[in-house]
C-alpha cells in the first residue's frame, strides 16, 4: 500500500535551515504530484509548497515563497524540502502528501490530496 515517511523535522534557531525529506512506496512516485503541508496548534493544514510529477512545475505558499524549496527525485521515489532563514511562525508538525486521484488545479489544496505522511515536527526558536 501507499506508504509516506517524513524525516529531518528538528529544533533550529531562527534564521536557521532544515531539509526534510519524504520516502515514498507502494506506487509509482513518479508518475503524480506531491506536496508538502503543515499544521500549527490550532490550525488546519496550510498547503505550503507542492511539484508536478516531473518537477518542472513548483507551487508556494506567499508566506514560504524565496524561503523554501520543493524538489523531488524520481529514481530515489524521495521528496524533499529545503527550508532556509526559518522562522518561529514556520514551526509546525510537517506533512507531505501524494495527489493520486486528481479533483482540481489547486496543488496547495489538501483536499487534493489523498494519501498522507505521518509527519515530522519542525520546532523555530526565536
Known amino acids: 500500500q501507499v506508504q509516506l515517511v517524513e524525516s529531518g523535522g528538528g529544533s533550529v534557531q531562527a534564521g536557521g535551515a532544515l531539509r526534510l525529506s519524504c520516502a515514498a512506496s507502494g506506487y509509482v512516485f513518479s508518475n503524480y504530484y506531491m506536496g508538502w503541508f503543515r499544521q500549527r496548534t490550532g490550525k488546519d493544514h496550510e498547503g505550503v509548497a507542492a511539484?508536478?510529477?516531473?518537477?518542472?512545475?513548483?507551487w508556494y505558499a506567499d508566506s514560504v515563497k524565496g524561503r523554501f524549496t520543493i524538489s523531488r527525485d524520481n529514481a530515489k521515489s524521495t521528496l524533499y524540502l529545503q527550508m532556509n532563514n526559518l522562522k518561529p511562525e514556520d514551526t509546525a508538525m510537517y506533512y507531505c502528501?501524494?495527489?493520486?486521484?486528481?479533483?482540481?488545479?489547486?496543488?496547495?489544496?489538501?483536499?487534493?490530496?489523498?494519501?498522507w505522511g505521518q509527519g515530522t515536527q519542525v520546532t523555530v526558536a526565536s
Open positions: 502528501a501524494a495527489r493520486l486521484r486528481p479533483k482540481s488545479w489547486s496543488f496547495l489544496a489538501s483536499r487534493e490530496y489523498d494519501n
Open positions: 511539484i508536478s510529477d516531473t518537477g518542472l512545475s513548483t
